[in-house]
């Protein structure tokens, strides 16, 4: 390892270069004038593993922004790692209110500025940087390797889950390796073992044909915004657990040990409450901030549409009323089962004096990794000798449905492991990343291809 | 009154050919482009009450559109009348579906057509035409009369609640008289004895800073779309009431004998789901719809805002949530009153995890008649002269600001009798006024003064 990580120092400052180059490529993949500097940077990318000595580099045309395979498969008896990322980006521009231009990367001492520095191209980077160096020194990889970097993660992976299915074998691997999420802080390089999946619809209340004068009939006929508030009254109860029957039927509770764990991370609430500008923290009672974000599911009404909605006054009883509701989901909740939950509970606490409807609008499994798994094993101990701290385990709230994709086609463990900080403000301004955590995350992905060797 | 309503019966036609020619200017008050003809409208106005033989006819500046206002003060120790018009229309273009040219008013059989038919010019002739035949039958008035006709109803009275306060002792009367509302229905001559009241307010639910991402903090803070369905969900309990404290403290109940009038209105249940569209009548528990919709105060959320209200799904946690709430009054209840309790509901059942703010939009004061004073009896008698049908007592769901106002600077009784059906469609295409409707109205109005008179 010491010649590794002597071969991966020696060579930051020309891999930064290198990072910076492909930065620079405006691979925007929701903007279509974007889409020829999406198949540029994919091409970029195609090079670069071929010169690092993959033995295969190739674009893989999905009807969308192509993908880019590579594979090294030289280690026969050897545990096989597929490395996935994404290299198109969030839409930018310097009036977002950016310190610099989010497109001309910069290195201000330890930060690197700029669109892709965290999500996802630096950290993908530091995967080719890591492959780069072990072949370098070593002639050969310990284990073998495979790289799927698509171009449509900020889209959605619509046709690279289709690449997934129809690909099963090709992918094949035993464990899927992902910087794509944040470290619980500076010095806690991070293991993310949990994802949440998502149950999103929308419940739509239909009262009178038209809107209605207020004064004429308001009191004599079922409002249909009144109604729809009361439905939704009924999501929780008064302890803030979500009150669809049946909701927690498949929760996988959260171990002891697994809370003790969570309770050691040292959670800044005031900063909490700076990052969201909430008054105070709120949720299901019994459970902390960490526990209610990360391990258990949730309800949020995420929009709301009734009537009138200008400045000033208008009397009318609405004719209709509708609320976007999504379930954040935790492992084993099944999305489609609460779904159908969520639609049976808005049919069910709906007065007869109304019409409801329900729309389907998406689903996405939750993740939780077996962290006994020895995939986990290995990538602790990577950790540990790449940041010189014990790993710790942390879970995301939101969803990477891929990830679930990855679980279910290619029934491999996904260690997911991301170098970025929470500041790095993915999707906003001054998106970034550290230069240190870059070249720590890139001796830990090496350290991890030794210890998945055995 | 036979030589008077032989009067009546034989001018009819002229009569209308002259209301048609008023009908025919353009008098919407809301459309600048349209204040010169609301100005000609009012002139016009003036022009035939002079030579109907009012002592006095003349513009009244406003500020804004003019008033017109005439007088006959010939009969000293008699009562005093005043006439409570207004001459604007709303806008109106043969594409909204009228059958005919709005401004072209036609007459096809009984049916006359055409935008201020029915509101309000239709029925101020007929206020003009009954003094008029009265004056030419007997050569004088047997009460004093005075005429307030104003060109801002459609646009909320303005400068008419100021000329009205600042002209108490010039409008002193007796009895205000007023046909602008409709009559139950054909063949039902009716008095409107209620008219309800207004508190129209904005709660306004602030959470986090920003609009946070739903899985990152889902769970974690509160979610002002769901508090604020929470906080709106207590606005009403199980029985339909409203649960805000004190609401009801001021509502003057529904005596025995005039629940049982109402019950004996012909209400057809089917034809008010078709009017509304809705699916069934709902509401209070224990009152019928037409004691809910007239002679209760009810609660009725106008308008929802929250967070993504876009086609398809955008996964947040809103910072904000709103809505528009208002409350229909009856008497005896203070509007402002009302608006406390409002806000203090608000304030009280947000939980402190939200900063909840409250905006006072508008108010508007009940009316209650006191139908046992003589001028209701002198007008039950006029209408079943006119009508050949007693009159039934109705009431209005909506609010008329201006007879509050009239109530209180006049201290005079408001009758109000219109003649219009329920299908008269003001304020949309086709409106109408039935010819025979028209004839009875001026009947009325004629066969009023002399039972004024005593």
Same mark, same amino acid.
């Given at each position: 390892?010491?010649?590794?990580?002597?071969?991966?120092?020696?060579?930051?400052?020309?891999?930064?270069?290198?990072?910076?180059?492909?930065?620079?490529?405006?691979? #925007?993949?929701?903007?279509?004038?974007?889409?020829?500097?999406?198949?540029?940077?994919?091409?970029?990318?195609?090079?670069?593993?071929?010169?690092?000595?993959?033995?295969?580099?190739?674009?893989?045309?999905?009807?969308?922004?192509?993908?880019?395979?590579?594979?090294?498969?030289?280690?026969?008896?050897?545990?096989?790692?597929?490395?996935?990322?994404?290299?198109?980006?969030?839409?930018?521009?310097?009036?977002?209110?950016?310190?610099?231009?989010?497109?001309?990367?910069?290195?201000?001492?330890?930060?690197?500025?700029?669109?892709?520095?965290?999500?996802?191209?630096?950290?993908?980077?530091?995967?080719?940087?890591?492959?780069?160096?072990?072949?370098?020194?070593?002639?050969?990889?310990?284990?073998?390797?495979?790289?799927?970097?698509?171009?449509?993660?900020?889209?959605?992976?619509?046709?690279?889950?289709?690449?997934?299915?129809?690909?099963?074998?090709?992918?094949?691997?035993?464990?899927?390796?992902?910087?794509?999420?944040?470290?619980?802080?500076?010095?806690?390089?991070?293991?993310?073992?949990?994802?949440?999946?998502?149950?999103?619809?929308?419940?739509? #209340?239909?009262?009178?044909?038209?809107?209605?004068?207020?004064?004429?009939?308001?009191?004599?006929?079922?409002?249909?915004?009144?109604?729809?508030?009361?439905?939704?009254?009924?999501?929780?109860?008064?302890?803030?657990?979500?009150?669809?029957?049946?909701?927690?039927?498949?929760?996988?509770?959260?171990?002891?040990?697994?809370?003790?764990?969570?309770?050691?991370?040292?959670?800044?609430?005031?900063?909490?409450?700076?990052?969201?500008?909430?008054?105070?923290?709120?949720?299901?009672?019994?459970?902390?901030?960490?526990?209610?974000?990360?391990?258990?599911?949730?309800?949020?009404?995420?929009?709301?549409?009734?009537?009138?909605?200008?400045?000033?006054?208008?009397?009318?009883?609405?004719?209709?009323?509708?609320?976007?509701?999504?379930?954040?989901?935790?492992?084993?909740?099944?999305?489609?089962?609460?779904?159908?939950?969520?639609?049976?509970?808005?049919?069910?606490?709906?007065?007869?004096?109304?019409?409801?409807?329900?729309?389907?609008?998406?689903?996405?499994?939750?993740?939780?990794?077996?962290?006994?798994?020895?995939?986990?094993?290995?990538?602790?101990?990577?950790?540990?000798?790449?940041?010189?701290?014990?790993?710790?385990?942390?879970?995301?709230?939101?969803?990477?449905?891929?990830?679930?994709?990855?679980?279910?086609?290619?029934?491999?463990?996904?260690?997911?492991?991301?170098?970025?900080?929470?500041?790095?403000?993915?999707?906003?301004?001054?998106?970034?990343?550290?230069?240190?955590?870059?070249?720590?995350?890139?001796?830990?992905?090496?350290?991890?291809?030794?210890?998945?060797?055995?």
């Amino acid at each position: 390892m010491k010649h590794i990580f002597k071969h991966i120092d020696q060579n930051l400052d020309s891999r930064l270069e290198q990072l910076c180059e492909w930065l620079r490529i405006e691979s #925007v993949s929701g903007d279509p004038a974007h889409a020829e500097d999406c198949r540029t940077a994919a091409r970029w990318l195609v090079d670069r593993l071929a010169e690092a000595g993959m033995q295969k580099a190739e674009l893989v045309e999905t009807g969308g922004h192509p993908a880019v395979y590579a594979e090294w498969l030289g280690a026969p008896g050897k545990p096989t790692v597929l490395l996935y990322g994404h290299y198109d980006v969030q839409p930018a521009e310097k009036s977002d209110g950016w310190s610099t231009e989010p497109f001309e990367p910069v290195i201000q001492g330890d930060l690197m500025l700029g669109r892709g520095t965290a999500d996802d191209k630096g950290q993908v980077h530091a995967h080719l940087a890591a492959v780069e160096s072990v072949l370098k020194v070593r002639g050969s990889l310990p284990v073998n390797v495979k790289f799927i970097v698509e171009g449509e993660e900020e889209g959605g992976s619509e046709h690279t889950e289709a690449l997934i299915r129809d690909n099963g074998e090709r992918l094949a691997c035993d464990v899927v390796v992902i910087s794509d999420s944040p470290m619980f802080g500076e010095g806690y390089p991070s293991l993310c073992v949990g994802l949440r999946g998502l149950a999103y619809g929308e419940v739509v #209340v239909d009262g009178p044909a038209g809107d209605l004068h207020s004064g004429s009939f308001g009191g004599g006929v079922a409002n249909p915004a009144n109604v729809l508030a009361r439905m939704l009254a009924k999501l929780h109860d008064d302890d803030g657990k979500v009150a669809i029957p049946g909701f927690y039927d498949d929760v996988v509770e959260l171990t002891g040990e697994q809370r003790e764990a969570l309770a050691a991370l040292p959670f800044d609430k005031a900063e909490f409450l700076r990052t969201t500008g909430s008054p105070e923290v709120a949720g299901e009672r019994g459970y902390t901030t960490l526990e209610r974000i990360w391990a258990r599911p949730c309800c949020d009404i995420n929009g709301l549409r009734s009537g009138y909605i200008e400045e000033g006054a208008k009397t009318i009883v609405p004719r209709r009323a509708s609320a976007k509701v999504s379930c954040r989901l935790v492992a084993d909740q099944s999305p489609d089962r609460v779904m159908d939950q969520l639609e049976r509970f808005f049919k069910e606490v709906a007065p007869p004096e109304v019409k409801v409807s329900f729309i389907r609008h998406h689903t996405g499994r939750a993740y939780l990794g077996d962290t006994s798994a020895p995939a986990f094993v290995s990538a602790r101990k990577a950790l540990r000798l790449a940041f010189d701290a014990d790993a710790v385990e942390i879970r995301e709230g939101g969803s990477i449905p891929i990830v679930a994709t990855f679980a279910e086609v290619l029934h491999a463990p996904c260690v997911l492991m991301g170098f970025g900080l929470p500041d790095q403000n993915i999707h906003g301004p001054n998106e970034n990343l550290r230069v240190s955590n870059y070249h720590r995350g890139t001796r830990a992905i090496a350290a991890l291809f030794v210890e998945l060797a055995g």
